[in-house]
């Protein structure tokens, strides 16, 4: 009797392709939390963000709390023996994106609702001297200085262009010399609007210790960044759809520049002066202004306008006397 036939499967090896998983191992979801946990609290707990922060002690923040991301990825992936270099850029990536996302929503609702940064009341009179972190802007005015009439003088002056031609318009300002004094502003605030073409009107003028309102009528986030002479940013304000701060400057600063950080170059950068004394005025058709009550002194005046730039000029002024003072700009 022949034997029966082989089974050719059994005989055959089974012929398998193999299979190659390259997808990293990536953190547990606790160990993802942890580590999302601890950016969180560096983020929050370096500088409060709960109390009034200047933009040098936001950036701290930001700073120290991005900075141990690749290496808490590093420690925890080792921990749990899933290290290697794709895992590691991946949880990076996904730590980055993930407190980017809560810090940014968070922080936004957070400062809607929390009165503008300011400084406790002090019945010190402002300095000269250059402003600390903080130190710009206050909740509610100081007294104005008494200054005896008899110790003020005033000025006459003409602003013209190089060749003699009055120049109307332009903006002039004592901007140095007075800053040992208080002076009572006005109360009723200055407005800037946004609707989502930037902040309206581009040039505006606002008072020591008058309010300044920084109004959202569009529908989408915007900022208010304004930054001085040096680019040293003065105050960096999220403004809310449908919503409005207010601030109020404590220190001379002359001319800043005001943009909307989140639109960049979309929506045009205008300028805001904050003057710290009453002597501000805009030239007449003839080019001339004019002023009395100025505390007796030297003193800087500054004449601005958008076509033809800025000039500077020192002088004295003497008590009981006007003096005519003539500005040029090219």
Known sequence: M??????????????????????PALLSWTSF??????????????????EPLDMDQMNANIWWSYAPIPLLALVFLAFERKLSGSALFLETLRLTFAKFAITFTVSHVLWSVIPPPGVP???????????????FFVREPLTPT?????TTGGLSGSVTDAAGAPLAGVLVFVSSGLDEYVFAAPTEPV???????????????????QPLTLRNTDDVLHTAITAGRDDRPVFHYPVVAGGERQVMFKRHLGLISLGCKAHGDAEPTGRLAVIGNPFV???????????????????ELSAWSTSAGETRSSLAVRAGTRAPVELELP
């Open 2 to 23: 022949n034997p029966p036939p082989a089974d050719p499967s059994a005989s055959t090896p089974a012929l398998t392709t193999p299979h190659h998983d390259d997808t």
């Open 191 to 209: 407005e800037l609007v946004n609707a989502g073409a930037g902040f309206a009107p581009a040039f505006a003028v606002v008072r020591c210790y």
């Open 146 to 150: 008494s200054i005896d009439p008899a």
């Open 121 to 135: 009341e002090s019945t010190a009179p402002p300095t000269a001297t250059k402003p600390a972190k903080g130190d």
């Open 33 to 50: 939390g942890i580590c999302l946990a601890i950016t969180l609290v560096i983020f929050t707990v370096i500088h409060p963000v709960w």
């Open 281 to 299: 005025a805009f030239t007449d058709a003839a080019g001339r202004f004019q002023w009395d009550g100025i505390p007796a002194g030297e003193i």
